[in-house]
């Protein structure tokens, strides 16, 4: 069956329908990684949003339930150049075009990724619309359609992506007890703290502060997610409360961005964001440039940084862009980029190790022993 990709600018691709039927309007954006398409349909940061991969054939390792980064698949509409229906892989369990299907999500096959990239790169993230109705493409219909499609818009995507209800993970001789906040958390994050022997109480996003304090962590994790930052107003006062703490916090992607506006920074919209698995990222410090994995929109805004309260520790070293901050004077520090990435690259994965480093320093100043 034909399906149609029309973006906001009128510009109409003509492909292969793929997944299921139903028709979507979303913010269209791409990713670049070549491998890793299960984790990233499974990852909630992708709510509210269609997902282009650049890399031209998707599917060939097939579908290994294991590796999902989440109960369900979240983004609004997937779209490939080519899709693989035979997947060759010993451990492939299914084809991505059936669990596309399962969860109920359009997509679109068979066009050309690489113009649909350069037009992304050139004018920025747009609004598009994944049908198969082909009297959406008539000229007559033009006008009202663009109009729909530009009236979209990315909200509520936070309250939609959370746990609903506290729930509690053992790790490996329960070493340190971990408050998590899920703005949208990928399953990895508990597993590289389990790992290493955390217990792990997550918590819904608008948790209130006193309610995580009250369990006495020893550290706070700040989880990725989807949207803009500064719609979360509400979470964004609880984490002041909790950056006010003594408590060790770690925060990922949009626990980094909710972190900066809750300490006084500003954020904005990129034109077309980091997504994908091959960003490098300059460790400020050392000199030492990690490639690491990314998905985001939005950014902090350095220029609004108070020197008085961080300082910035990682920068994008494509455009300059912040990826992470130091707290002056607090157990706290925070990262734009995904070190738990599964598949990689994994370079930062130190970085959990450093919070738990820091999670063992203050707990023996707690009990005087330095």
């Known amino acids: 069956m034909k399906a149609f990709l029309i973006l906001e600018d009128g510009t109409t691709f003509t492909g292969t329908s793929i997944g299921s039927k139903r028709e979507v309007i979303s913010e269209i954006v791409f990713n670049t990684s070549m491998t890793g398409y299960l984790e990233i349909l499974t990852d909630p940061s992708y709510a509210g949003q269609a997902v282009t991969m650049t890399y031209p054939l998707i599917g060939n390792y097939g579908i290994c339930y294991q590796d999902m980064e989440s109960k369900t698949l979240w983004p609004d509409g997937y779209i490939v150049r080519e899709l693989s229906r035979i997947p060759s892989n010993f451990r492939s369990e299914d084809t991505i075009q059936n669990v596309l299907v399962k969860y109920d999500i359009p997509g679109i096959c068979g066009i ?125 006062k609880e984490i002041r409360k909790l950056y006010d703490s003594d408590v060790p916090i770690f925060a990922i992607c949009l626990g980094h961005q909710l972190m900066a506006l809750a300490t006084g920074a500003d954020t904005h919209k990129m034109k077309y964001g980091h997504r994908g698995g091959n960003h490098p990222v300059k460790d400020l410090q050392t000199g030492r440039v990690y490639l690491s994995s990314q998905n985001h929109g939005y950014v902090v805004d350095e220029d609004t940084v108070d020197a008085a309260v961080a300082e910035v520790s990682f920068q994008n070293v494509n455009d300059g862009t912040n990826e992470g901050l130091h707290y002056l004077g607090k157990n706290i520090f925070t990262v734009q980029f995904h070190p738990e990435a599964c598949p990689g690259p994994q370079d930062t994965g130190f970085l959990f190790d450093r919070f738990l480093d820091m999670m063992r320093v203050a707990g023996l100043k707690n009990r005087g022993g330095v």
């Open 112 to 236: 050309d990724t690489r113009a649909l990239t350069k037009i992304l790169r050139e004018k920025g993230t747009m609004n598009g619309m994944i049908t198969t109705d082909e009297t959406r493409c008539l000229e007559s219909r033009k006008e009202a359609v663009l109009e729909e499609i530009r009236a979209y818009r990315c909200q509520g995507v936070v309250e939609r992506v959370t746990c609903k209800e506290k729930r509690i993970l053992g790790g490996r001789g329960n070493r340190y007890r971990v408050a998590l906040l899920d703005f949208g958390t990928k399953e990895n994050i508990t597993s590289y703290l389990r790992a290493r022997g955390c217990e792990m109480m997550i918590y819904p996003a608008e948790t209130k502060a006193e309610e995580i304090l009250s369990a006495n962590p020893d550290g706070i994790m700040l989880s990725n997610g989807p949207g803009d930052p500064k719609e979360c107003h509400s979470i964004i």
